[in-house]
């Protein structure tokens, strides 16, 4: 799971490790961990596909307190995943990073994420 944030001409990527597939869960626990982060001198966007683990309605329940923290979510259009910056992050991790590759265990496949994603300049939340 990762984000993609943009500060003036700075870019940061974070990203955190999770098993399986993905869940509102863990969804909201990301969201959680920026959200403490934020400072209410300079308000924090999250924008966020239209998944379903992105709109459930515990994380609806959620989002006035983390509007009060300095963290705002905002969805994409539906079916325009070309506008979601992160997209070209994951693009090149798997198009020229890992390309081709078969991993002979989860294990292998996990190192050349890491490896991958911080060739990228990812920090691991």
């Known amino acids: 799971m990762g984000s993609y944030s943009l500060h003036g001409n700075q870019q940061d990527l974070d990203v955190r490790e999770r098993q399986g597939t993905c869940t509102g869960e863990q969804v909201m626990a990301y969201?959680?961990?920026?959200?403490?982060?934020?400072?209410?001198?300079?308000i924090t966007v999250v924008v966020?596909?239209?998944?379903?683990?992105?709109?459930?309605?515990?994380?609806?329940?959620?989002?006035?307190?983390?509007?009060?923290?300095?963290?705002?979510?905002?969805?994409?259009l539906p079916y325009a995943p070309f506008l979601n910056l992160i997209e070209g992050v994951w693009r090149q991790l798997k198009a020229i990073l890992m390309p081709r590759r078969c991993s002979?265990?989860?294990?292998?496949?996990?190192?050349?994420?890491?490896?991958?994603?911080?060739?990228?300049?990812?920090?691991?939340?």
């Not at 002979?104 to 939340?125: M, Q």
């Open 31 to 42: 969201l959680g961990t920026l959200a403490a982060q934020c400072t209410l001198d300079q």
């Open 48 to 76: 966020l596909d239209n998944a379903p683990f992105h709109k459930g309605a515990k994380l609806r329940e959620k989002i006035a307190c983390w509007e009060e923290q300095g963290l705002y979510l905002r969805y994409l």
């Open 104 to 125: 002979d265990s989860v294990g292998e496949l996990r190192a050349a994420l890491v490896t991958g994603l911080k060739v990228l300049g990812a920090k691991f939340i």
